[in-house]
């Protein structure tokens, strides 16, 4: 009865948030909500959304947005309350930590890790498959052994050689500092905002409405899916969250930017969503760039070329936050001697946690260089969620356990907020597919090994 007893011992909140951390703190409320609306606006509009209207939702993606929407909304209040009491590095992870206890700790931060690290490499496969397509537009080939894998095609490829390059480079920004990481991802997200902007006004006029018509091809189930499939998108805010012990002030800017960043991105998604949809008859949309195709369809060629440097820009900022959330989790795990150590050292003159950066950006390269990933966004979503699940739960939990506790940002309605994000997500998660739930709790056995195997004998929490 021992051991159950020693893997549910929680760390307290005053223990998480008493801590030397060294991490360099220079981001407001507009770099954190900056930060967000890069890692969210990317992947999920220059190539999901087509994707999810073709196959799973038709123009019903519209009501599918809007249902991840609110599952959204609901664990961002959650989201909020707890980063403002518990201002650390490790997101959800640190969240369970103080709730739910060790175990269920590691549990979700090896679930982010692999969240994080799949997010990266896949939006790395299409940041690469952008340049690909818009240096040959402008005469440029680059020979296939260095842009495919070997094992995508063994007769041509080799090395994602733009895929790989881009990571490892984003990499080099992030150990040098988190202060000019954010300088350059406000650039990327200004650019790609206002592609999409001119592309919302511009095309909104080339609407049929027939394209409509059959609204909900399949049914509300396919609906579900939709909206489950295109969680991916929504990594970013918590993201956000992941950035706290680098803001300034903490309590009050980082739930501005998780509430803001989600409500300008989900107004974007469901506006892009609307006019893609009502542009293209849904079963044109089962391609990579999805935009791209709907201005050739409507004539405006010229937007092509934006639409694709847009992109490029897009998809390297959504990299540049998920690799910063991974490191960070990653180094908080490092830092309760869950992982190695080593990898919560701070750089002594750039103030980042260096090494477990580097880590970070090595193995999610070698991914994107050499793995032909499939299948990716649907084990990222189910990842996403169950993240949220755990959030909604340690609110409540903390409301009954520590009422006494000071609270920056109260999420409203306690219970029914988190038990509604609860529901949600959990039903997001019903309409994932069954392979990706096999995925998941393989990856999750590998974690079980490691924990029991190395976690638990190094335990800071256990050894104090």
Known sequence: MQIPKQLLQRKSVEALTDVQHGLKQTLTAKDLTILGIGAVIGAGIFVLTGIAAAKYAGPAIVVSFILAGIACGLAAMCYSELAAMIPVSGSAYSYAYATMGELMAWIIGWDLILEYALASSTVAIGWAGYLTSFLENLGIHLPTYLTTTYLANPAAGFINLPAVTIILLLTSLLVIGIRQSAIFNFVMVLIKLSVIVVFIVASSGHIQTENWADFTPFGFGGV????????????????????????????????????????????????????????????????????????????????????????IAGLTSVMLVLLMGQSRIFFSMAKDQLLPPLFAQVHPKYQTPHLSTILVGVAVSLLAGFMPIEKLGELVSIGTLFAFVLVCGGVWILRNSHPEMERHFKCPAVPYVPIGGILVCLSLMAGLPIDTWIRLFVWLLLGFLIYFGYGVKHSQLRSS
């Open 224 to 311: 579900l899916t939709g909206a489950g499939v295109i969680f991916f998108a929504y990594i970013g805010f918590d993201a956000v969250s992941t950035a706290a012990q680098e803001a300034i002030n903490p309590q009050r800017d980082v739930p501005i930017g998780i509430i803001a960043s989600l409500a300008v991105c989900t107004l974007l998604y469901i506006l892009v969503a609307g006019v893609l949809t009502g542009i293209i008859p849904y079963t044109e949309l089962n391609v990579p760039a999805p935009i791209a195709l709907a201005v050739d369809h409507v004539g405006m060629s010229w937007l092509s070329p934006i639409i694709k440097i847009a992109a």
